[in-house]
């Protein structure tokens, strides 16, 4: 998610970037609000999948469950 890589930032502002610097997941989960969770493996990143699809109703026809807030 990054519009160009190192080099052309070298090359344009010469300073020494990273592509991890420029869009990595800790840029995202960080700094740019972009990504919210970070996982280490495709077991944990299944995990969170399934406990973010667990908020949505399981079809359209169904409400969505509604928890008073305040």
Do not use: W
């Amino acid at each position: 998610m990054i519009p160009t890589g190192p080099i052309a930032v070298k090359e344009v502002l010469g300073e020494t970037v990273t592509k991890e610097e420029l869009g990595g997941a800790k840029v995202h989960s960080q700094i740019s609000g972009l990504a919210d969770v970070i996982v280490k493996t495709e077991d944990e990143c299944f995990k969170e999948i399934r406990t973010l699809l667990s908020y949505f109703p399981s079809n359209n026809r169904e409400k969505v469950p509604r928890i008073p807030t305040g």
